[in-house]
C-alpha cells in the first residue's frame, strides 16, 4: 500500500508499506500500477522514473475525470487508517508506525472475511495446528 496524505499542518507525508524504491514492490509499482495523484506540483515528472501516472486536479474542483482517474480510494483509505489510530491506540509511537499500519492493512483486506482474517493470524505462529482443508 502506498499512499500520500496532507497533514492538519499544510505538510505533505508518504508512506510505502511493503517495500522501499528499488525493491520488489517498485518494481510491480513500475509494470503494472498507474498512479492516481491530485496535481501537487512534486509529483509532476514521476513519469521519468519509470512510473505510469494520471492525475485529478483538486483545485478545478475535478475529483473523479471521465477515465476513472481518482484520488478517492486512498483518501477514504487514510480516513479509514487515522480513526482506526485514533480509535484503537491511546498514543502512536512513531518507531512503529510501519507495525500499525500493517496490522490495519491486514484488517482493511480482511475486512468482509473474518474466517480469512483469523486464519491468516493463526498461520503466523508456527507450530499452531491449522485445521485440515475441507474436501
Known sequence: MIGTNASSL??????AVGGNRGSEYDSILRTVSILH???????????TLGYRHKFVNHQKGIWLDSEGT???????YW??????LSRTHV???????EKYVKEFELRFNYRNDPAGLFYKI??????YPMPAASS
Open 79 to 84: 480516513a479509514r487508517l487515522k480513526q482506526f
Open 70 to 76: 481518482s484520488t478517492l480510494f486512498i483518501d477514504g
Open 10 to 15: 499544510g505538510r505533505r507525508t508518504a508512506c
Open 37 to 47: 495523484t491530485d496535481g501537487w506540483k512534486a509529483y509532476r515528472g514521476i513519469e
Open 91 to 97: 498514543r502512536i509511537n512513531e518507531a512503529h508506525i
Open 122 to 127: 493463526i498461520s503466523c505462529h508456527p507450530g
